[in-house]
């Protein structure tokens, strides 16, 4: 089974809009080493889209050289996008329709390295439906003043464990958890 990992960089007020934090040659390499430990990737609609504007070709070749292997690791990345508006994808997409745990749990059963997804309100359904294996937040020392916010509406509050911290020159850092499971 592989896992589904999510991974969202945000601010110290919980801000997750992209725009709100900046980035550098560090972050930009530990992204594309995140998204190598997946086999595919999991948007919504909004992400899917904002994702395919600022990293498909011709347009990734825009981005600085330290920018490319981030931009050549999403462009050659199976994706896999829960819409119910689009009525197709391509840039190496197929559209998730139907019951979206069923879906995603079909996803999680194949063989391979792992799942990951981005996003906000993606994340939230499927942290909602107990479906996310591992949480990554990069931190960025950046207080926003404004939403969207980490994990906004949330259910049922998520017992996590730390398993990994890891600090940046720019002050980022990046904190790892599981879900922390209950044994009886």
């Not at 560090?26 to 997946?38: D, K, N, T």
């Not at 949330?154 to 730390?162: I, K, Q, S, V």
Request: hydrophobic residues 40%; negative net charge.
């Amino acid at each position: 089974m592989r896992p589904l990992r999510y991974s969202i960089n945000v601010t110290l007020d919980g801000c997750c809009d992209h725009r709100a934090a900046s980035t550098d040659e560090e972050l930009h390499h530990h992204s594309a080493a995140i998204l190598e430990r997946a086999d595919a990737l999991l948007f919504g609609r909004v992400t899917y889209e904002m994702m395919q504007e600022a990293w498909r070709p011709p347009v990734a070749a825009t981005r600085p050289d330290w920018m490319l292997p981030f931009g050549e690791t999403i462009d050659r990345a199976r994706k896999y996008v829960v819409s119910s508006t689009l009525e197709g994808v391509d840039w190496n997409a197929e559209l998730l329709r139907g019951d979206l745990g069923e879906a995603v749990r079909h996803l999680k059963q194949q063989p391979g390295k792992g799942l990951y997804v981005g996003g906000v309100t993606l994340p939230l359904a499927l942290a909602d439906l107990g479906l996310i294996d591992e949480y990554e937040f990069v931190v960025h020392p950046v207080v926003a003043g404004h939403g969207p916010t980490l994990l906004a509406g949330l259910r049922e509050p998520l017992d996590l464990t730390l398993v990994e911290r890891r600090e940046f020159r720019s002050g980022a850092f990046s904190l790892r958890y599981v879900p922390r499971r209950v044994t009886a």
